[in-house]
Structure formats: structure tokens, C-alpha cells
């Protein structure tokens, strides 16, 4: 939509645009590119450190993708204020939140009260702990939704 139209992913360029944003209307992606740069467009590597200006989202109205993030931060420490996750689009017509591949040891999402719509899940993140002990049904909006974790 508007100036994030044909864009894959968050990353050097577009980033900025989220300062001080409180709801995203529509998904969120961090993809592997974000962080490698992309010399086709000619975009930087974004910073590790220009993730904590995510830290004002508390609401996603579509999903939140999650396929790359830096090796050295343990838990998704940029959306520690994201209170909901609305559902309304989907990644695979399935899923509002997927957390896959990461070195993560904690999600970190300590906000989190709900996930409208859509499944979770948490898959590859071989030093993740304790994410199978998180009451997803307590923050589920629907009887249908399912976790893979």
C-alpha cells in the first residue's frame, strides 16, 4: 500500500517510516534480505540496532512474519510493547504469527494479550526455550486457531 507497495520485507531504507507507529495496518516481514542488503535495489543492511523503533507497535492489524533476526539478540526484544496481533490477512492463508529459523532463546513478546485470528508458529529455532509452555488458547480470539510450535 502506498510508499511499502511491491516492498518485501522491513529493511534499511523503509524502516524509518515506523518511528513512533503504535498500529500497523497490514503485515509485517523480516526476511533474511533486511539484514544481507539487496544489491539489486541497491539497499544497505539494515542496522541491528534500527529495530528498537519497532518498539512502539502494540498492534498489527494483518501478520507478523518473522524469518531473519540478528544473531546476536536472544529474543524479539523490538516487539516487547506489541500487545495484538488482529489476523485479518495471513501468511499461507494460515498463520498471523510465524517465527522460523532463529537463534533465539526467548520470544520476548511480554505484551502479547492477543492474536484475533489465524495459528502461530514457532518452528526451527533450535535454542528456543519454554515456547511450548506460553497458553496460546488464552490469547486466541477464535476456538479454530492452532499452534505449531
Do not use: M
Not at 27 to 40: K, N, Q, Y
Not at 43 to 51: G, S, V, Y
Amino acid at each position: 500500500i502506498g510508499e511499502f507497495k511491491d516492498t518485501l520485507s522491513i529493511n534499511a531504507t523503509n524502516i524509518k517510516h515506523f518511528r513512533n507507529c503504535t498500529t500497523i495496518s497490514g503485515d509485517l516481514h523480516i526476511l533474511p534480505v533486511a539484514f544481507r542488503g539487496d544489491s539489486f535495489t541497491r539497499t544497505q543492511p539494515l542496522d541491528p540496532k534500527e529495530l528498537d523503533i519497532l518498539k512502539t507497535v502494540k498492534e498489527i492489524t494483518g501478520f507478523l512474519l518473522i524469518q531473519a533476526w540478528p544473531e546476536n539478540r536472544t529474543n524479539l526484544h523490538a516487539f516487547e510493547n506489541l500487545e495484538i496481533i488482529r489476523g485479518r490477512t495471513k501468511q499461507h492463508g494460515q498463520f498471523s504469527l510465524a517465527v522460523v529459523g532463529l537463534n533465539l532463546t526467548s520470544l520476548g513478546l511480554r505484551s502479547l494479550k492477543e492474536i484475533s485470528d489465524g495459528d502461530v508458529i514457532v518452528s526451527g529455532n533450535t535454542h528456543l526455550c519454554y515456547a511450548n509452555t506460553i497458553h496460546w488458547r488464552k490469547l486466541f480470539g477464535t476456538a479454530g486457531q492452532k499452534t505449531k510450535i
